[in-house]
């Protein structure tokens, strides 16, 4: 399995290290406190608390090493020095939906903190591949199941 480059904000460094802060020092704690207290009720192998602590358990081992190879990976993309010429990752952007004239911005993230409830696509998503590279004024078509979308790059921030 090859080590993927996980591009990430400065924003999205610090969570992803509080995160993982919150998982060792605070997560961990909790649970063994619950496998503890589940054991205390005596016969484990019919002890449902005891399973659902184990489980919770390796879910959290499991995220911290996620987190972890994430750091490892990671390439901080500096979003302070980038230029306003073409859309690059850390880039935010006005674009217009040129079938219903409606304008919204976005952030070009990489997949690791892309959240498009807040308006952070990924650089992997057919919208942020499409207008990656691209200037200022540039028409770009993004083919999604629902059909072909048409934005129109209005600002580069």
Do not use: H, W
């Not at 358990?57 to 750091?71: D, N, P, S, V, Y």
């Not at 690059?88 to 939906?97: H, K, P, Q, Y």
């Amino acid at each position: 399995m090859t080590n993927k480059e996980v591009i990430l904000t400065i924003e999205g460094l610090k969570k992803l290290e509080e995160e993982l802060e919150n998982l060792k020092s605070v997560k961990r704690r909790e649970v063994a406190a619950r496998i503890k207290q589940a054991i205390e009720f005596g016969d484990i192998s019919e002890n449902s608390e005891y399973e659902d602590a184990k489980n919770e358990q390796a879910f959290i081992e499991g995220r911290i090493l996620t987190l972890e190879k994430m750091l490892r990976n990671a390439k901080i993309i500096d979003d302070e020095n980038l230029g306003t010429e073409v859309v690059s990752i850390g880039s935010t952007v006005l674009l217009r939906d040129l079938e219903f004239g409606e304008e919204f911005k976005c952030t070009i993230v990489g997949s690791a903190e892309a959240d498009p409830g807040n308006n952070k696509i990924s650089n992997e998503s057919p919208v942020g591949k499409a207008i990656l590279g691209m200037p200022k004024g540039e028409t770009v078509e993004v083919s999604v199941p629902a059909g072909v979308l048409k934005y129109q790059i209005v600002d580069i921030f």
